[in-house]
């Protein structure tokens, strides 16, 4: 019986899922030592019911020829289970020597696997024979009684004998095929092994993959602010040196706050509209004459939780272009709402008339991935002009109210 086994199945098959992490390197040495516990488990109950089979259909065929049971056509039930308890030992070992050849290369490994099972089927016959001596000393009987055949049912001794009897062939025919379903068995369960390790791995590697992609978009919004506020408080020392002094220690604030921040995948949403009311307030002591700020009120906030430093990329947009090639004042308008079961963060601000729609920079795309990062295609973020003087980046996403929670189970 021709079955494939994929080559790593030594390693899969065994005990390999014992090991631990450290020890990735031994791990297929150590994993051939020994047959794995379930394996072991598969191969037992497999054998069970071939042994119980091989019983019942012996001892219906020997009804079948003897109504009565006055004559023994079939070995005794208790010699046969003696067969297969001592060539269980002999399955485990051929089953842990066809897993260590594998099937490749095939011009050295198929016919390894051929006489192994060959070897194995050979021995069932007369494994038998000796069974049923056994028993039949157990029993105190002499064994030519024991074992005599009924007159008329052996082979005729005035007939030639030929070197390999009838018996041997059905019994290792059938035994061969035996050991193929225990092959394919073991084969079957390797590839589950391996089946269900690899989405283990895969789950791992998208969890730390999602990790590592947020902590470096975080890191992608420190440099980009402080470049900004440094250059706004530059402005500030020719001409007013307290009011700069001033703005460094709201910087200083701030940067705790956004270190803080970019250590969390999430954060409350009154923390998130804080931190936005700083950055303003600075931008605003520079811009005093152009720039206004309406923010919501705080009492009427929902308790909710939102991906930290996701609102200041969108207020730091609209700030930079609503300030670009105007020379007016500036209204930066914020709104929070809930709306459909959900959470709506908008950033509004007025900007000059006819202007071109700009592309996405880093602070938009940032915003952009985060959410897919954190919820799939059950978020959504829309920048664009409301109106010809105004542009709107708005935000809907799931409305958290049960704490923060890692991006891996809310992708989940």
């Known amino acids: 019986m021709n079955v494939f086994v994929p080559s790593s199945a030594p390693e899969i098959g065994l005990a390999a899922h014992t090991a631990p992490r450290g020890a990735e390197e031994e791990r297929p040495a150590a994993a051939s030592a020994r047959l794995s516990r379930p394996l072991l488990a598969i191969l037992t109950v497999f054998w069970i019911y071939v042994t119980v089979s091989n019983v019942l259909y012996a001892r219906s065929m020997s009804l079948e020829f003897d ?25 485990l070992g051929a089953i842990w020597i066809s897993l260590r050849v594998g099937w490749r290369p095939a011009w050295r490994a198929v016919p390894m696997q051929l006489l192994l099972g060959l070897v194995f089927c050979s021995v069932a016959s007369p494994l038998l024979h000796d069974s049923e001596s056994i028993m039949a000393v157990w029993h105190g009987h002499p064994v ?21 009897s009838p018996v041997w062939v059905g019994s290792a025919t059938s035994f061969l095929l035996t050991y193929g379903f225990a092959l394919a068995l073991v084969t079957g369960f390797a590839l589950y092994q391996r089946f269900r390790d690899s989405e283990l791995r895969l789950a791992a590697l998208e969890r730390a993959w999602s990790g590592a992609r947020l902590a470096a978009l975080r890191m992608q919004l420190s440099p980009h602010t402080l470049f900004n506020l440094l250059h706004t408080i530059r402005g500030q020392i020719g001409w007013d040196p307290a009011a700069a002094q001033s703005m460094i220690v709201q910087l200083g604030d701030l940067l705790r706050r956004l270190l803080n921040a970019g250590e969390r995948d999430f954060s409350r949403l009154r923390d998130e509209l804080d931190f936005a009311r700083l950055y303003l307030e600075l931008q605003q002591r520079r811009f005093v004459d152009r720039l206004t700020l309406v923010l919501p009120d705080w009492a009427a906030l929902p308790r909710t939780w939102v991906p930290s430093l996701i609102l200041q990329p969108l207020i730091e947009n609209a700030v930079t272009h609503g300030l670009a090639e105007h020379v007016g004042p500036v209204t930066v308008r914020v709104e929070v709402f809930e709306s459909h079961g959900g959470l709506t963060l908008r950033v509004m601000n007025s900007m000059a008339p006819g202007r071109a729609r700009q592309a996405d920079g880093v602070g938009l795309r940032n915003v952009r991935d985060r959410l897919a990062v954190h919820f799939g295609d059950r978020a959504t973020f829309v920048a664009q002009p409301a109106q010809a003087d105004e542009w709107v980046a708005e935000i809907h996403m799931p409305l958290l109210e049960e704490g923060p929670r890692s991006p891996s189970s809310e992708s989940r």
Request: aromatic fraction near 8%; charge should be negative.
């Open 144 to 164: 030519a009684t024991w074992m005599q055949v009924p007159p008329g049912h052996g082979p005729d001794e005035h007939e030639p004998q030929s070197l390999i």
């Open 67 to 91: 109504p009565d049971g006055t004559r023994m056509l079939f070995a005794h039930w208790d010699a046969r289970v003696v067969q297969h308890l001592i060539l269980f030992p002999l399955l």
